[in-house]
C-alpha cells in the first residue's frame, strides 16, 4: 500500500481546454519536478465524461485533470525554501479550483507497463458510499468488491484509492462534509469498446449489483496519463 497525493483540478473558466493542458504539461509539470522527495508523479488530462457501463447518475463534481505524487513526506510535499511559492503562485495563475486528497493506494490488478498505459484507456473515478455506512464498514466492503472487479474480462489494471485527508483549500484541513468523496478508482482497458463489455457482461452486471449495495454515487472521467517522473 502506497500514499499519494492527489489535486483534482479545474482550469480558469477562460482558458481553453487545450491551452491549460499544454500548460499544465510543459510548464507547471516541469516545476513540480524538482520538488525534494518526489519518487513519482503524474498528471491525468481528462478527455471524456461519459458514464459507460455505470447506472449511477453523474454528481457535480467537474475537474479537468488529477495530479499524482509519491511523497517521502506528504506532510511537507514541496519542501522549504522558494519552490513551495513557484508552484503556488503558478496554480494561482492557471487553476480555477484545487482540491487535494491524500489517499492510501492498494493495486488489485497489477498496472500495465508504461509503454502499455501510452496506448491504452484509462479511466478514473470518484466514490461516495452510502450515507447510512461508516468509513470503515465503505472500506470493508470495498475490499469484497475488488473481488468481484477481478471476475470482469477485460481489466488490463485495477487500483483502489481510499481518502485519508481532504484539503478544499491547499494547505487547510477539510472534513468530510466539505468534500464527500470516499475514494479515487483507477481503472485500464484496451480501448473504450472493451471498458463497455466490461460493465455490460454478466460479472460486470454483477459487480455493479453490488456496487449499489455501498456505493451512492460514482462520477466517471477518462484520462490521458502523462508520466512527468
Known amino acids: 500500500m502506497s500514499t499519494v497525493r492527489m489535486g483534482l483540478i479545474s482550469r480558469k473558466p477562460d482558458w481553453s481546454i487545450e491551452h491549460f493542458q499544454q500548460h499544465w504539461l510543459n510548464h507547471h509539470g516541469p516545476l513540480v519536478k524538482n520538488a525534494p522527495g518526489l519518487s513519482q508523479y503524474r498528471q491525468n488530462h481528462v ?14 463534481w467537474e475537474f479537468d485533470g488529477f495530479s499524482q505524487l509519491w511523497l517521502s513526506d506528504p506532510g511537507k510535499p514541496f519542501g522549504d525554501g522558494e519552490l ?23 493495486t488489485v490488478v497489477d498496472v500495465p507497463s508504461d509503454e502499455v498505459r501510452c496506448r491504452v484507456k484509462k479511466r478514473m473515478s470518484l466514490i461516495r458510499r452510502r450515507p447510512e ?50 475514494g479515487i478508482v483507477e481503472f485500464w482497458f484496451e480501448d473504450a469498446d472493451s471498458l463497455q463489455e466490461a460493465f455490460t457482461s454478466e460479472a460486470g452486471l454483477k459487480t455493479m449489483a453490488h456496487a449499489k449495495t455501498f456505493l451512492s454515487g460514482i462520477t466517471a472521467f477518462l484520462v490521458k496519463e502523462h508520466r512527468i517522473i
Open 133 to 182: 455506512l461508516s468509513e470503515q464498514d465503505f472500506l470493508n466492503e470495498w475490499k469484497v468488491h475488488a473481488d468481484w472487479v477481478c471476475t470482469m474480462p477485460g481489466v488490463l489494471g485495477y487500483r483502489q484509492n481510499a481518502v485519508v485527508q481532504r484539503e478544499v483549500h491547499k494547505g487547510v484541513p477539510a472534513s468530510y462534509d466539505d468534500m464527500p468523496i470516499d
Open 84 to 106: 513551495p511559492k513557484q508552484i503556488r503562485a503558478d496554480e494561482k495563475h492557471f487553476l480555477g479550483t484545487l482540491n487535494i486528497v491524500t489517499v492510501e493506494q492498494t
Open 47 to 60: 478527455v471524456d465524461r461519459v458514464q459507460r457501463g455505470i447506472d449511477f447518475a453523474r454528481e457535480p
